[in-house]
T-cell receptor, first 113, second 116 residues
Framework: ETGVTQTPRHLVMGMTNKKSLKCEQH?????MYWYKQSAKKPLELMFV???????ENNSVPSRFSPECPNSSHLFLHLHTLQPEDSALYLC????????????FGPGTRLLVL | AQSVTQPDIHITVSEGASLELRCNYS??????LFWYVQSPGQGLQLLLK??????LVQGIKGFEAEFKRSQSSFNLRKPSVHWSDAAEYFC??????????????FGKGTKLSVKP
């Protein structure tokens, strides 16, 4: 498989549930990103990881917890989410954290009830 | 602070007609510039990018974009639109230097509909 993959593609969860989103990149990149895409708002950068270390956290609430066990995998652990957290969550990767071009996965559509 | 404006929320064109999607940016120097396309239910696909050199850049699927420094614009064009081009298009700016180097700022997107 090539490019950036994300699972699951769709997720419905209650506010008390705990779930995780998974991202995998097959491009040999060293940096990975989580973005949130809400209706009528621009894409928002959430986290940046470089070589498994978090290099940026854009004031994201603690109910979102990222994990990067290696340079190919990135997780977003979710717990006690709110309905306003319903959105498309996109993962991206690039050669390095300051590299110019990012490549995106297909996203996970999350609905919080 | 960097910002990106896509003034058109929704555009409808007839199949075979030409297309221009507008993008204006605010940045202290020349940024990296990108256009991405998102089909329904899909992630973002890179159409083209400008880093330096020739201000007219060619991309995939017959798209091109022109960087105009004097107008702080990076408009996307296609001479003849196909029905499969119906999607949402995002312009993005990337910082060349500083603490935000490499981070992308996206516009709100322009949704393109194509009439048969």
């Amino acid at each position: 498989e090539t490019g950036v993959t994300q699972t699951p593609r769709h997720l419905v969860m209650g506010m008390t549930n705990k779930k995780s989103l998974k991202c995998e990149q097959h491009l040999g990149h060293n940096a990975m990103y989580w973005y949130k895409q809400s209706a009528k708002k621009p894409l928002e950068l959430m986290f940046v990881y470089s070589l498994e270390e978090r290099v940026e956290n854009n004031s994201v609430p603690s109910r979102f917890s990222p994990e990067c066990p290696n340079s190919s995998h990135l997780f977003l652990h979710l717990h006690t989410l709110q309905p306003e957290d319903s959105a498309l969550y996109l993962c991206a990767s690039s050669q390095g954290p300051r590299s110019e071009t990012q490549y995106f996965g297909p996203g996970t559509r999350l609905l919080v009830l | 602070a960097q910002s990106v404006t896509q003034p058109d929320i929704h555009i409808t064109v007839s199949e075979g007609a030409s297309l221009e999607l507008r993008c204006n940016y605010s940045y202290g120097a020349t940024p990296y510039l990108f256009w991405y396309v998102q089909s329904p239910g899909q992630g973002l696909q890179l159409l083209l990018k400008y880093f330096s050199g020739d201000t007219l850049v060619q991309g995939i699927k017959g798209f091109e974009a022109e960087f105009k420094r004097s107008q702080s614009s990076f408009n996307l064009r296609k001479p003849s639109v196909h029905w499969s081009d119906a999607a949402e298009y995002f312009c993005a700016v990337g910082a060349r230097y500083g603490g935000s180097q490499g981070n992308l700022i996206f516009g709100k997107g322009t949704k393109l509909s194509v009439k048969p």
